[in-house]
Each structure stands twice: as C-alpha cells, then as structure tokens.
C-alpha cells in the first residue's frame, strides 16, 4: 500500500474511533528525511491523498497543495530528537486531559508493555508555539508518550500501528482510572 493510502487509513480509524474532532489533532510519518502530515483547517475523514503535505524537518513545504498542520513544529522537533521514531500522533483525548495526574499505568499490565515508558506531563503551552514544540520533543526524549495539560496527547512510535496503539492504551488507561474512581474501587 501507497505511504500516503496507509497514512489517510489511520487518520480516518483516529477520526471513527473518537480520538480526533474533525479539525483538531495531526497525525505524521517520516520517510527518511521528509516527513508525510495532515494539512490544517480540513475535515479529517474526508481527506485525499492530494490534501496531504510532504514537508522537510525544518518544516518547509515540499509537496502538497495546502499549508501543513499548524502543529508541525512539534512533530519536526520530535523526529529530530527520536531517531527511532517515524510516527507522531497528537489528539486531543479529555479523559487523560482530565485525570493526567492520576495515571498509573501499573493498574493495566498491558499498558506498562505498549507504553514503554514513563507517561510524560508537559505543562501548558499556547497550541502551535516553538515553545510548546520544544517542550513536547523534550518530554518524549526519554517516554513515548505524553499529556499536554488542557490540550491533548501526544504518542510516537516506530510506525503509526505503534504510536496508534499507544493513543489507545493511553485511552483505555484513563477509561479505567476513571471508572476505578467513579466505582470507588
Ligand atoms: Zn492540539
């Protein structure tokens, strides 16, 4: 399958699944030194692979039509920190919002394996901003995923099953917390 195909397949399973709204979060994936985003201000379950964005990692439009995710600044920040890494996805998940000083991934095991690491809380900076960016990538230097206090989440992966897969975990973590504390467990 076409990089760019796979690429809408996963944005679209985000969108179904709740993860992003239709104009907030972005989703990326490096190819070697260029990098494959989705474009800002557009409906997420109806983009086409003429609507995505190739840019280089100092953010410069290589190929594409409209202008890239406003976010693009944290995920070039992020590939050029992680060279392990060629997926970064950022939704904007309430619940681990919400519950991010509560999350103990000891309470699912399968949590602990996906994650990898540590979960990574980066206090609030204004959306789109070198400075947020640059706090982000320094949080994910060492964990693979992240909370950004009143925005979102942040995971990143080898590719998009494995960043993908850790929105979700994270996901189903805060599911848990939260009915542990609602059942009074
Ligand atoms: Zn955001």
Do not use: C
Request: hydrophobic share 45%; charged share 25%.
């Amino acid at each position: 399958m076409e990089i760019e195909e796979e690429f809408l397949r996963y944005v679209r399973l985000l969108y179904e699944r709740g993860h992003l709204t239709l104009l907030s979060g972005n989703v990326s994936v490096r190819a070697g030194n260029r990098v494959l985003v989705t474009p800002t201000s557009r409906p997420k379950p109806f983009l086409t692979v003429d609507d995505l964005v190739w840019i280089d990692l100092e953010g410069r439009v290589i190929k594409g039509r409209l202008m890239p995710t406003s976010e693009w600044r944290m995920h070039v920040a992020v590939y050029k920190r992680r060279g392990d890494v060629n997926a970064v996805v950022h939704t904007h998940d309430v619940l681990p919002i919400i519950l991010a000083d509560k999350l103990d991934s000891s309470l699912l095991s399968e949590a602990e394996i996906y994650l990898g690491s540590e979960i990574a809380i980066v206090e609030y900076f204004q959306p789109g901003t070198v400075e947020l960016a640059e706090s982000v990538a320094k949080a994910l230097e060492r964990n693979n995923v992240a909370i950004l206090k009143r925005h979102g989440v942040v995971a990143v992966g080898r590719d998009l099953a494995e960043a993908v897969n850790r929105v979700e975990t994270l996901v189903d973590l805060a599911k848990a917390v939260f009915y542990k504390q609602l059942l009074e467990l």
